[in-house]
């Protein structure tokens, strides 16, 4: 049988805003919860366990971390759920019905869901597009993103907004355009502009930018290293960073 927990009992929040960044295309999500929960100085109060998940566990600065944490923001009373591991399909649900449970059990006044948006191209400029689980929240965030009409989305943010829908929890998803086969800084910078203009937060994302920039023009290097190695067939030379 099936067990998700979130083990998070020290930690009573008032009415705080939810932020969920798993693991998606670009690793969008996952990259903007963590330079959130670093900026803000948030404190870890709790991570999420399931006997479905594979046997996983984080070293950081010498110490063992589980992969899916819970922070914590007294100042701007924000709660940010953080994974680093991909979630299955099949335990999509159980853990945003866990999330959507405990959100409502704190009273949390939103959800909001931060995802990656592929695009079958290289984006020039990630625009970010947003899902809302109510018309009265699509009418709030019409002014500060694209609202999506008509598409499909999966995952933990997928399940999460329909869980919402049911228990009636205000939810609302930002998508930003992103490559879909490698992390891409760009994008995240982009759904953290579109958050902090929402919840008008003090975010500066300009060190995250400016390593994002960095981090694409070494994969743009090696991209065109590679195909260059494939059209003249010459033996392939080690490709350093």
Not at 50 to 64: D, F, K, Q, R, T
Request: include cysteine.
């Amino acid at each position: 049988m099936t067990r998700v927990r979130i083990i998070a009992d020290d930690f009573k929040p008032k009415n705080p805003i939810v932020i969920e960044g798993f693991q998606g295309f670009g690793l969008v999500g996952v990259i903007a919860a963590e330079y959130l929960a670093d900026k803000f100085n948030m404190r870890q109060v709790g991570h999420i366990e399931s006997n479905a998940l594979p046997a996983m566990a984080l070293l950081i600065n010498g110490e063992v971390k589980f992969p899916i944490r819970i922070f914590a923001d007294d100042k701007n009373e924000l709660v940010v759920f953080d994974s680093e591991l991909p979630i299955p399909q099949h335990l999509a649900y159980d853990i945003a019905k866990e999330i959507a449970e405990w959100a409502e059990k704190n009273n949390a006044r939103q959800i909001i869901c931060l995802e990656g948006l592929a695009v079958p191209t290289t984006p020039q400029e990630s625009n970010v597009y947003g899902i809302a689980n109510s018309k009265e929240l699509e009418e709030k965030i019409k002014k500060k993103v694209k609202i999506i009409d008509n598409g499909i989305i999966i995952g933990v943010s997928a399940a999460l907004l329909l869980e919402c829908q049911s228990r009636n929890i205000p939810a609302i998803c930002l998508m930003a355009e992103c490559h879909s086969e490698f992390p891409d800084g760009r994008a995240a910078v982009s759904v953290l502009r579109a958050l902090s203009d929402l919840l008008n937060l003090k975010l500066d994302v300009s060190p995250l930018e400016k390593e994002a920039l960095e981090a694409q023009k070494k994969i743009k290097s090696i991209i065109e290293k590679a195909k260059k190695i494939g059209e003249v067939g010459e033996k392939p030379e080690r490709i350093y960073g």
